[in-house]
């Protein structure tokens, strides 16, 4: 049982390029979660999946978008990468059963940065 | 609005010693409240959880308090360790439910 994993855990980007990040999830949780953590910082919610087939915005969605692409998998994209998005990005999951109590579990982190 | 806060964003202790970390939140609806340990270049590690309806849960070394009157929780941790040094934090849910609203962190430093 790996729990959350992601892919890359490191990557490198210039300025205007594109990428996608990975996430899966094995322990058949129904929501699912992108967070950025910039130095000294908490996390800051970028985009959820709150069951397989639908995603809404989180507090920080500018310059994003995500594919629920079933219930184990979860993508970030980045389509025109700045600088600004320099950040270490967490992906969690958690059951998804009871708004406001749910425990979410996370990744390991992806360290993106854009030059 | 929503936000939760830290009191203090560093904490050095001597192993053994018994920490104390503290958080206030400004939603006084929020019903639940997580804190979550990250070790560096890892993601965060939930801990303990605690629910409006109580003042106070245990786990294994760790003890979370709520005083909701002054909106405030802690986290104590006792007989502190080396491998306790960590950046603490404590979350709540937004108002919709949906996603966790995290504070800035406390980075704990545990010396032997």
């Known amino acids: 049982n790996a729990g959350v994993t992601q892919t890359p855990k490191f990557q490198v980007l210039k300025t205007g390029q594109s990428m996608t990040l990975q996430c899966a999830q094995d322990?058949?949780?129904?929501?699912m979660y992108w967070y950025r953590q910039d130095p000294g910082m908490g996390l800051r919610l970028i985009y959820y999946s709150a069951s397989e087939g639908t995603t809404d915005k989180g507090e920080v969605p500018n310059g994003y978008n995500v594919s629920r692409l079933n219930k184990r998998e979860f993508s970030l994209r980045l389509e025109s990468a700045a600088p600004s998005q320099t950040s270490v990005y967490f992906c969690?999951?958690?059951?998804?059963?009871?708004?406001?109590?749910?425990?979410?579990?996370f990744g390991p982190g992806t360290r993106l940065t854009v030059l | 609005g929503e936000s939760v806060g830290l009191h203090l964003p560093t904490l050095s202790v001597q192993e053994g010693d018994n920490s104390i970390i503290n958080c206030a939140y400004s939603n006084s609806a929020s019903d639940y409240f997580i804190w979550y340990k990250q070790e560096s270049g890892k993601g965060p590690q939930f801990i303990i959880d605690i629910r409006s309806n109580m003042d106070k849960r245990q786990g294994q070394r760790v003890t979370v308090l709520l005083n909701k009157t002054v909106k405030h929780l802690s986290l104590q941790i006792a007989a502190t360790q080396p491998g306790d040094s960590a950046v603490y934090f404590c979350a709540e849910f937004n108002q919709a439910g949906t996603a966790l609203i995290f504070g800035k962190g406390t980075t704990l430093s545990v010396s032997s």
């Open positions: 969690a999951s958690s059951e998804g059963w009871a708004k406001g109590t749910d425990t979410q579990y």
């Open positions: 322990m058949n949780h129904n929501s």
